[in-house]
């Protein structure tokens, strides 16, 4: 089956507070029921890290980046960080998996990655 690489700028697991980490968790689920083998770059929050363990049945690789609201600072500040933290994760992830596909979650995640080989 094929090896799928997913960036998402929230972190998913089912019972995380927002209804895109809800829905990519359900996404990454069905794929890994398929027999795909996954792997995970996104953001998490502090309060979210015990979570990571919901999600390790389904991928074989999770990588986590703070979350701007993790980082000390400004607030513009802290949220390049974030992006430039979760671009450099995907650039390393898509490096060493070397994904059949790559599969981003929304606008702004996407345009961080831009240019990524």
Do not use: N, W
Request: hydrophobic letters at 50%; a positive charge.
């Amino acid at each position: 089956m094929a090896r799928i690489l997913v960036v998402y700028k929230e972190f998913p697991a089912p019972s995380v507070g927002h209804a895109g980490g809800r829905a990519v968790f359900r996404l990454l689920e069905s794929l890994h029921r398929r027999g795909h083998r996954l792997f995970l770059v996104a953001r998490l929050r502090r309060e979210e890290a015990p979570l990571v363990k919901d999600m390790a049945p389904f991928c074989e690789h999770i990588v986590t980046v703070p979350h701007h609201q993790a980082l000390p600072g400004p607030f513009p500040l802290a949220f390049l960080r974030s992006y430039l933290a979760l671009r450099r994760a995907a650039a390393r992830a898509l490096r060493e998996v070397q994904p059949d596909l790559l599969h981003v979650e929304v606008m702004q995640t996407a345009f961080c990655l831009l240019g990524l080989h």
